[in-house]
Structures are given as C-alpha cells and as structure tokens.
C-alpha cells in the first residue's frame, strides 16, 4: 500500500492560483486518485478524482472550469491546479487512493495528511 505526501498549500489572495502535488512512496498506476477537502467546522467533501489512465475526470460542480487534476504516473505524483481561488476554497487539502472511480471518501482507502490553502479577500 502506498503512502501520500500532499504539498503545495499555502496562503493566497482571491483570484490566485496554487497547485497541490500529492507524491506516492510507490507506483500509482494501478490507483484512481481523488482529491477531497475540508473547511473549517464541515465534513470533508469530494473535490474531484482522475482515472488510472488519466483520461476520465471528475469534479464537484463549485470547482468546475476552476481546477484541473492531472497525473504523471512515471513520477508517482498527482497534481491539483487551483485557479481564480475564491475565500470558500479555503480548507485542507487531501489525496487519497482508491481502485473505483467514487465519489465516495469510503472507496478510498489511503490517504494522505492533508495540506492547508487558505485564500485571502
């Protein structure tokens, strides 16, 4: 089972950017990989996922046109672009590593420790 290190967070003012990288000890090719946050006294929510090949993805419709999740197998590495970031992005940002497309946090079964973006007005 691989490990996830996210990184990448940090603070940035309304209509920044940051990309997330989330790092697997191991290969990743074999995993879908989703990208999942939590704000500040809510449940963690699905923000969006990438298939194993990469072809198929997903995100939550607040997000959409916004973020882009890419992946670069060869590196073992999962990356969250964060474009035009707006106050309610603000949260922890986590990977995970599933073997179904899901939505789910339940279909995911490794996660990583999160990294904090908070966006500023």
């Known amino acids: 089972q691989v490990q996830l290190v996210e990184s990448g967070g940090g603070l940035v003012q309304t209509g920044g950017s940051l990309r997330l990288s989330c790092v697997a000890s191991?290969?990743?090719?074999?995993?879908?990989m989703g990208w999942f946050r939590q704000a500040p006294g809510k449940e963690r929510e699905f923000v969006g996922y990438?298939?194993?090949?990469?072809?198929?993805?997903r995100y939550i419709d607040p997000v959409k046109g916004r973020f882009t999740i890419s992946r670069d197998n060869a590196k073992n590495t999962v990356y969250l672009q964060m474009n035009t970031l707006k106050p309610d992005d603000t949260a922890v940002y986590y990977c995970?590593?599933?073997?179904?497309?899901?939505?789910?946090?339940?279909?995911?079964?490794?996660w990583g420790q999160g990294t904090q973006v908070t966006v500023s007005l």
């Open positions: 995970a590593a599933g073997d179904l497309l899901a939505e789910s946090q339940d279909r995911y079964n490794t």
């Open positions: 990438i298939s194993k090949g990469g072809v198929i993805r």
């Open positions: 191991g290969g990743i090719n074999s995993y879908v």
